[in-house]
């Protein structure tokens, strides 16, 4: 499958983990880049001296590309920055913020820059800034979305009309056929995030995976419009943020019920009550836990599979 | 393209028209079915008589396969029931309440059923009732939407997966990729509103089809989540009935808000300011008012294209 982003990144297929907070440590990256797609450390939950560690641990165990996702509202945005150059990684996602910050010194430095965007202004300015590529993410992501709330079906055909760099499909991928949509839809390439997340080599909690596989259709909801929307299973914390809503609770209101250690709680610690669960919409397709070799067989096996089946006119 | 959606109603093209009010009458599905799809009458703003003359009309200009569309929450859906009969219809959708009120009648009467659903719960019921098919429908889309938001991404191949009869898909669909997608996703068909609402044919307002060629990705909104969520473009009515719900108004204070004209104002007689100016979030892919035989045939070449680009491994 040869699409701009397997050329852009140098990989072999088009199918990109995302980074996952508590969730894609260098296991899970390097167990990705060696299947021939392309693995991403997920700093968002990492100290600077942690990332190094996961970086050295992740060249050590793939001599194939990988990268660092870096969300760039965290304070010390700077020092993870400057890890990530220290060591040597050429492939750097960034998300929640402005790339154009660090877009100059990253690209002295030979890194390829994708920015991951919820809507076609966002996706022009990443261009702007000099991204290679931009993630347009839809609102059925599991984690942080976009106000707008534009889904991948409508999102992706928007925003590859509207850039001249590829786009990278995310929200709701979670098998073969959502591969083969995304594409279909124009984007070069996919990124995936929950179905990554229940893996073996996914660093998460236990129950947190289990409470993947578990979970169905109409599992995860979309809370936190006020201070920023995050999708999440359904637990009690889940269920009463959006109750809370409902009832018009004020912004301090609604930032004390979240609190800040919420994802920690939820996904590394297996927290099922009180923790918040993020997961896409895609739970329900995401019987199982396997290796990410026998993932990835899968996903390919089904993209063709789809691909057969489409009628032509 | 031959699909178990164009078997079952005899059709060339799995490509259907949305009953919409204010929208499709006779000259659009008539237009529609001769193209080679499906034309829907949406019977949601018609009086029963009004319905048995669109009908008949329609039988005037086509000699293909159309259907109606009833909204079976109407006070008077058994008359438009009956009409629908009466007049030799053979293909109904129903949406907005339980098929199985309906389904013996019209099976003994050789109607092919589809229902619209929101959800697996939906559409295993849909089944279960005798439904030929089911319209899985994503949040995407415009008008009335299912409360747990699910994306046509989402939702599709999690139907396909939970269904024996087949999944039509709708939400978001605007053009030839999206075609693509959905089919990719498992879908046997899809239902396009939107795209069609925004026609030479299309009965709605020309301020209406102007405002959806003006409205760029983020131009649509989502409301009255407490009392039935229903996605429109922005004007002063959707802007302040998404503010009222920020500000926690209670059900009573909303219902009041929304009317119950709020459709006829917006679509019929073209208020672009109080109007409920219902539309999909692929509103930024549509930027002409064409007749359908060349949208069709635009369709077509975009799925074409968009299927000669997909890789393969």
């Given amino acids: 499958m040869i699409t701009k982003i397997t050329r852009l990144f140098n990989i072999q297929h088009p199918i990109i983990q995302a980074g996952m907070v508590w969730v894609s440590g260098w296991k899970l990256a390097s167990a990705v880049s060696n299947c021939g797609g392309l693995g991403l450390i997920g700093s968002g939950s990492m100290k600077p001296e942690l990332l190094r560690e996961h970086i050295q ?9 990988f990268g660092v996702n870096i969300p760039l509202l965290r304070g010390d945005a700077d020092e993870l920055v400057r890890v990530t150059i220290d060591e040597g990684v050429k492939i750097v996602f960034t998300s929640a913020g402005h790339p154009k910050k660090y877009s100059a010194l990253l690209k002295e430095n030979q890194i390829k820059l994708v920015h991951v965007v919820p809507n076609i202004k966002y996706g022009l300015k990443a261009q702007e800034a000099g991204c290679d590529a931009v993630v347009g993410e839809g609102v059925e992501a599991g984690g942080h979305n976009g106000a707008d709330q534009l889904t991948t079906f409508a999102l992706i055909p928007q925003l590859v009309d509207a850039l001249d760099i590829p786009v990278i499909a995310a929200g709701g991928i979670t098998d073969g056929r959502g591969i083969l949509a995304a594409l279909s839809l124009g984007a070069e390439g996919v990124q995936i995030g929950t179905r ?8 998460a909690h236990e129950n947190y995976k289990k409470k993947i596989v578990g979970s169905g259709d109409v599992d995860t909801v979309l809370a936190f419009r006020k201070i920023g929307l995050v999708r999440m299973m359904k637990n009690d914390f889940a269920l009463r943020s959006v109750k809370a809503e409902f009832e018009g609770w004020n912004e301090n209101e609604l930032k004390e019920l979240r609190g800040t250690k919420r994802e920690q709680l939820g996904i590394f610690e297996g927290d099922e009550n009180e923790g918040a669960m993020e997961a896409g919409q895609g739970v329900g397709l995401i019987k199982d836990i396997p290796n990410v070799k026998e993932l990835f067989e899968r996903l390919l096996f089904e993209y063709e599979s789809a691909l057969k089946r489409l009628p032509t006119p």
């Fill in 57 to 65: 641990k992740c060249k050590a165990s793939t001599d194939k590309p």
């Fill in 196 to 203: 990554f997340a229940a893996t073996i080599e996914s660093s």
